[in-house]
């Protein structure tokens, strides 16, 4: 294995960085969005007021953003949840604790299941034809659609997403384009600063229907309502989420009310 040397700049660390890797990673090598380590992790979780989290839904509400400090180990789950016992309180403090639960459960379920969390755990509760590769104008986050090459752009340049728009990339790349979850767990894997096998593998499955009850769905009321209208409001494409949601799962599955 080749030594990298301790005593470099930022400028010089994704070259030494990608001759000491080389064959392990794809695309370019760069510095992350986001400074890594204990010290930058123990001050993000200083910094972080879980108050008002309880809307965490929305995209302007306030997140953690620990979620790469958690995956790396350079801060505990413990530690998170002590830390919101300290400072939050009702249902920021439940919605906070509950959120950090789901990681858990994803661990556990992965624990349990090993690698077969990499294939549809359930059969997918409509008739599901997805093709296995990531379409290019995905890849290249030019779908023609400002919201989804906006959620796209977020995960390529900073290794993050929120939440709130996994969910919608999710189903719009698993329902709408008809694309395998696997794929875009790939997608997410090659990306994602937090990249984990079991939130990442699971959540998408959560979405696809194969370890939920049935396949999550948005439409276009509820990407403006919880975006504060940044992309809808002055869109001119011919937008595939409008629509309600009765009218979309007949749309999208075939199911009638
Ligand atoms: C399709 C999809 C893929 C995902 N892939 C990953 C992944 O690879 N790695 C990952 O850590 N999370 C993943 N998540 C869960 C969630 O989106 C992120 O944990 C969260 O956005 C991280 O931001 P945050 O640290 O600000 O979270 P906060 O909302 O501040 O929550 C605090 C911590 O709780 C945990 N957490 C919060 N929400 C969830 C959730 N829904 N599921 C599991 N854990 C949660 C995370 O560790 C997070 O850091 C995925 C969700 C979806 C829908």
């Not at 975006?227 to 979309?248: I, K, N």
Request: hydrophobic share 40%; with cysteine; aromatic share 12%.
């Amino acid at each position: 294995m080749t030594q990298i040397p301790t005593d470099l700049t930022d400028e010089q660390i994704p070259k030494e960085l990608a001759l000491a890797l080389a064959g392990m990673y794809s695309g370019e090598a760069r510095l992350p969005a986001r400074t890594g380590g204990r010290t930058a992790g123990l001050a993000a979780l200083r910094a972080y007021n879980p108050k008002d989290y309880a809307a965490r839904n929305h995209l302007l509400a306030p997140i953690s953003r620990l979620s790469m400090y958690l995956r790396h180990g350079m801060l505990s789950p413990r530690e998170v949840a002590d830390h919101i016992r300290a400072r939050a309180r009702g249902t920021d403090r439940e919605e906070g604790l509950r959120q950090l639960a789901w990681r858990e459960f994803f661990w556990l379920v992965l624990k349990q299941k090993g690698q077969a969390v990499l294939e549809n755990l359930e059969e997918p509760k409509y008739r599901a034809v997805w093709s296995p590769e990531l379409p290019n104008d995905v890849r290249e986050a030019h779908t023609g659609l400002p919201c989804a090459d906006a959620w796209i752009t977020h995960l390529k340049e900073d290794g993050y997403m929120h939440n709130h728009e996994r969910m919608w990339f999710a189903a719009y790349l698993i329902h709408w384009r008809r694309v395998h979850w696997k794929a875009g767990y790939d997608f997410f894997r090659e990306h994602l600063l937090d990249g984990d096998l079991a939130s990442n593998a699971l959540s998408w499955q959560w979405v696809a229907s194969t370890f939920s009850g049935k396949p999550y769905i948005m439409n276009q009321a509820n990407i403006e309502k919880y975006s504060a209208g940044r992309w809808c409001e002055s869109c001119t494409a011919d937008c595939p989420f409008m629509g309600s949601y009765e009218q979309l799962q007949e749309k999208l599955f075939g199911w009638r009310a």
